[in-house]
């Protein structure tokens, strides 16, 4: 799935040209004619995420300024190109101030607005990611933080959200590297319990020796080794949230001690006289059935039925592959900021092949192979070539989801038609630029631009020189072009306006 671009513009006929020119850029659209309908697209709860909005700055009723102003009080982080007919410098500074991101004067080139679509979304990745990451440390992620707009991702959002508001007990389950953590700290950060510690454990990374001292402390000389007293996970996460992961793991000795903390709300060093009261909120995850284990006899039942209050189970990344362009996106702005690389995006070819693929390690092994390709590339644009452990699993035929993701201007832009790239000349150019068609299919801007020129002459009525001004073209040129177009009666021998 390509990033969603939302168009707000009162002017049918510059709302048309700016939607086409998005469209050809590889991006999705969203069209709007009103300040009002531009804030309830990007608000309303079942409305399509939005990736950037490109914004007319004079319109009736709630104009640009007073639509970044609600973006501002809303605290979205969607970027912002506005629009202004006279490039007027206090509007354009206005903007600025108000949290635009760009701006283009009208009417504006292709490669112009093309240029700023990419700054802007890969702008808006950087930040993400870097906030992401300053949130995760800092134990303040929220459900904002995930990056996802799969269907199947929904309800298991919907359901982590409302534990979020409870100290209920949640089991996350999935495969290994689904994000189970990051849905473990934002049900945190999304609480009553986020100005307070998250402490996570890995259960299957203690050895069995070692597990209760680690999650349940130890006294000073409790056993050989132990040289000064240790407080415990329990008692780190009091008044917070102790995350175990690979909870099907522990030891069936330390299972009966986990009870027992979770049923008395306390916990007993090992070599302590007394117990200690603690207040945690639990929250599991594993990458196996855990029902499974107790069947099998290596996990407790008792103990099963404290932890499994709410269950969430994670989609694998194969099961949701809308989500991998947009992953892609924020992988590639990450690393390639970190590694200091002028990576101008990925390739169409390898967009659609890396969306196809099963990804058994899921997100995880995504973002592994993205980091490497960026290490690794000697180009400016990572091709299928820099996935070389990926670029020979074969995928199946399927529709291909995503344009080329770019991160900087490039000399020639791309869209992607079969999981090929196809070079698009600069906008004036007339007669080689293909286009996307709702099908799939491509063909010439002349078809195009006939389309736009017929509808401005049914919207205007047939005043060929508003539409001419509209179209920011003389009138010999429309009427050329309406002769070549072989449209009858439009009045260019005479010059006469049509009605």
């Keep these: 799935m390509a990033a969603s671009i939302l168009i707000a513009d009162d002017d049918a006929v510059a709302r048309r040209l700016i939607e086409n020119m998005v469209q050809k850029c590889g991006y999705e659209t969203v069209v709007v004619d009103s300040g009002d309908a531009a804030i309830a697209a990007l608000t309303a709860p079942d409305a399509p995420a939005i990736d950037g909005v490109i914004l007319d700055l004079v319109m009736p009723g709630l104009d640009g300024m007073g639509v970044l102003a609600k973006i501002r009080e809303a605290g979205l982080s969607v970027p912002v190109i506005v629009q202004t007919a006279h490039g007027g410098i206090d509007n354009v500074i206005s903007a600025m101030r108000a949290g635009a991101a760009d701006f283009v004067v009208k009417p504006v080139g292709m490669e112009r607005l093309q240029v700023s679509l990419r700054n802007a979304l890969n702008a808006s990745a950087l930040k993400g990611e ?31 959200q409302k534990a979020a508001n409870s100290s209920i007990p949640v089991l996350i389950e999935g495969e290994s590297g689904v994000g189970k953590e990051m849905f473990a700290r934002a049900i945190h950060g999304s609480g009553e319990r986020k100005a307070k510690p998250f402490v996570a454990v890995n259960c299957g990374a203690i050895p069995d020796n070692l597990v209760e001292s680690i999650l349940f402390g130890h006294e000073k000389g409790a056993f050989t080794g132990a040289t000064e007293r240790h407080t415990g996970k329990f008692v780190e996460a009091h008044g917070g ?8 793991e522990l030891p069936l000795a330390a299972q009966v001690k986990l009870l027992r903390a979770l049923q008395e709300g306390a916990v007993e060093a090992v070599g302590g006289r007394k117990p200690v009261k603690v207040d945690v909120r639990i929250i599991s995850a594993t990458n196996r059935r855990l029902l499974e284990r107790v069947k099998q006899g290596h996990f407790r039942e008792d103990l099963f039925y404290r932890l499994h209050v709410l269950p969430l189970t994670i989609p694998s990344l194969r099961t949701r592959r809308e ?87 490039i000399a020639a832009p791309s869209v992607v038609s079969s999981g090929s790239e196809i070079p698009i000349a600069p906008l004036p150019s007339v007669g080689t630029l293909p286009m996307l068609t709702a099908t799939g299919d491509v063909r010439p801007l ?37 002769d070549e177009a072989g449209v009858p009666g439009h009045g260019g021998k005479s010059g006469e306006e049509t009605h």
């Design 323 to 409: 989500d991998i362009p947009h992953l892609l996106r924020h992988f590639l702005a990450r690393f390639a900021a970190e590694e200091n690389r002028t990576i101008t995006g990925i390739s169409g070819e390898a967009v659609a092949h890396l969306a196809q693929l099963d990804w058994p390690g899921n997100i995880r092994q995504l973002e592994n192979a993205v980091y490497r390709a960026v290490v690794m590339s000697e180009g400016d644009q990572l091709g299928l070539g820099d996935f070389p452990l990926l670029a020979s699993q074969p995928y199946p035929a399927t529709e291909i989801p995503t344009a080329p993701l770019m991160l900087e201007p």
């Design 241 to 248: 949230t102790l995350f175990l992961d690979e909870v099907s």
């Design 446 to 482: 002349e078809d195009m631009e006939n389309e736009i020129i017929r509808f401005a002459i049914s919207h205007y009525r047939g005043q060929m020189s508003e539409v001419a001004r509209r179209l920011k073209i003389g009138r010999s040129t429309l009427y050329r072009k309406l």
């Design 130 to 160: 870097l906030q992401r990451i300053r949130h995760s440390r800092e134990g303040r992620l929220t459900f904002s933080d995930i990056i996802t707009r799969a269907e199947a991702m929904a309800g298991v959002m919907r359901t982590a």
